[in-house]
């Protein structure tokens, strides 16, 4: 491809034409593509993409994915979507996904869609580059100050070096995906593909093709060859989310590419070799999948070759102000939002929540204040009642409203363990230490306040504070 190229997608022919030989009169090269995939992308500097309403749903989630796949692979390229408008709640899914933007079905009258014409200029003046790197609250996009999430710079900066796998552990919720993003645009690989699979969110069924790719005739529907993401991700990095999802079947073919850098594709005998390095992530403890055999030791001590471990929001509160004031900052820039700021009552009720949703929890919640708000100042009693749970103990009894679970589900034990050490730090608190006093505040008696205590060793990191 050329230095100024667009790709369209979705388009019927005569409409493809014309924005073909629009885009063309100011310089462009133009690809039309059936698929919109990573391998179409490549040299592009503004892909638009058309939703028609009669793209049936089957079509419309493999498109998603592959917005999803594209926006990760290429952070800062432009993805301009447009729709006829009769389903909105699409729209709304692709910007979600990862589009930059969306307009409504345009006029084609010869020349190029204002917005569209916007993005592929604007397209040419930025350099398509890595993150920005480590600044005062951040470390290539994932943003925080505390001790927990310095930690996790501290182990990027050392680990992208290397060409060693690696296995990103941690809660749903709490970033791995940028934690891998992180890698992948700090290493020798930045300028190469980062490819992500989530192999959660792929039938079992089609996971081996989607992962190693198919030839003509390999199984009904597959009427061409179709590279695999291995192979798109080839000089690169490839992502595997939730890879304790992958069957015991697939492990098997994995962790021959792991060893080997080489596969097949299904239906294929040509052997494939590739040069990726492997990050995989998991919310589950991959150790007892192997006590309980359901996950391969061998293929586990071959990724978990350097572990990072991403902390839950709860172990990390003082990074919540820091991530709130870039969530509204976003919001605004996409002129979403009236919200600038939000009152230390309400930043000091964000922190005492224990966040079972993690970062992604946070995120949403702000996204729905800032498009509700009124007000420049998000005040205590606009917060959903969950954040405003606790009742002084003068009021009567304390009640617990209940908090919103995520689709991939928390640990109970964890949630309800850090909500019972707060408790009891507020309570002692209060009480300025006496151990009586707390007790009475908490309902419990001495002697059992003594005992959590010791169980938590709160006594002892108090001690070294």
């Not at 749903?57 to 926006?71: F, G, K, N, P, T």
């Not at 192997?290 to 061998?298: N, P, T």
């Not at 998000?378 to 908090?403: I, N, Q, T, W, Y």
Request: hydrophobic fraction near 40%; aromatic fraction near 6%.
């Amino acid at each position: 491809m050329g230095d100024k190229c667009a790709v369209l997608f979705g388009y019927d022919p005569s409409s493809s034409e014309i924005l073909e030989k629009s885009l063309v009169s100011k310089g462009f090269e133009v690809k039309v593509v059936e698929r919109l995939e990573w391998a179409s992308s490549k040299g592009a500097n503004v892909i638009y993409c058309a939703l028609p309403d009669n793209l049936p749903d089957a079509e419309y989630r493999s498109l998603l994915d592959e917005i999803q796949v594209l926006r990760i692979a290429r952070e800062n390229l432009p993805i301009l979507c447009t729709s006829e408008g009769k389903k909105l709640e699409r729209i709304v899914q692709a910007v979600r996904a990862g589009a930059s933007d969306y307009e409504a079905w345009p006029d084609l009258n010869g020349s190029i869609p204002e917005k569209l014409l916007h993005f592929a200029e604007k397209s040419l003046k930025e350099e398509v580059s890595p993150a920005r790197g480590k600044n005062e609250s951040g470390f290539y996009g994932i943003l925080g100050k505390s001790i927990e999430i310095k930690k996790v710079f501290d182990m990027i900066s050392r680990v992208s070096e290397t060409a060693s796998n690696i296995l990103i552990v941690g809660e749903s919720g709490t970033g791995k995906e940028l934690v891998c993003r992180a890698i992948h645009k700090s290493s020798e690989r930045r300028n190469g593909p980062l490819i992500p699979v989530n192999c959660g969110a792929i039938p079992e069924e089609l996971l081996e093709s989607e992962l190693f790719g198919h030839e003509k005739g390999a199984f009904t529907g597959a009427t061409t060859a179709r590279e695999g993401r291995f192979q798109m991700a080839d000089g690169g990095t490839i992502f595997l989310d939730e890879v304790s999802e992958m069957s015991p079947k697939l492990q098997v073919k994995f962790l021959r590419v792991l060893q080997e850098s080489e596969f097949e594709r299904v239906g294929g005998s040509r052997t494939i070799r590739v040069n990726v390095r492997v990050i995989a992530a998991t919310n589950k403890d991959l150790e007892r999948a192997v006590a309980q055999k359901e996950f391969r030791e061998d293929l586990y001590y071959r990724l978990n070759v350097i572990p990072i471990h991403l902390p839950p929001l709860r172990e990390r509160k003082g990074d919540i102000p820091v991530l709130v004031e870039a969530f509204i900052n976003r919001f605004r820039e996409k002129n979403m939002s009236k919200l600038e700021k939000v009152s230390e009552t309400v930043l000091e009720a964000l922190q005492e929540y224990p966040w079972p949703g993690n970062v992604r929890e946070l995120e949403n919640l702000i996204e729905r204040m800032a498009i509700l708000a009124d007000n420049p100042e998000l005040r205590l009693e606009e917060l959903p009642e969950r954040f405003c749970c606790l009742h002084s103990v003068d009021s009567g009894p304390m009640k617990l409203a209940e908090p919103d679970i995520p689709e991939e589900g928390i640990d109970l034990k964890a949630v309800i363990d850090d909500l019972e050490s707060r408790l009891i730090e507020k309570a002692l608190e209060k009480s300025g230490g006496v151990k009586n006093r707390a007790a009475q505040l908490l309902g419990l008696n001495r002697t059992t306040l003594v005992e959590k205590l010791k169980k938590k060793k709160m006594e002892e990191a108090k001690a070294s504070e």
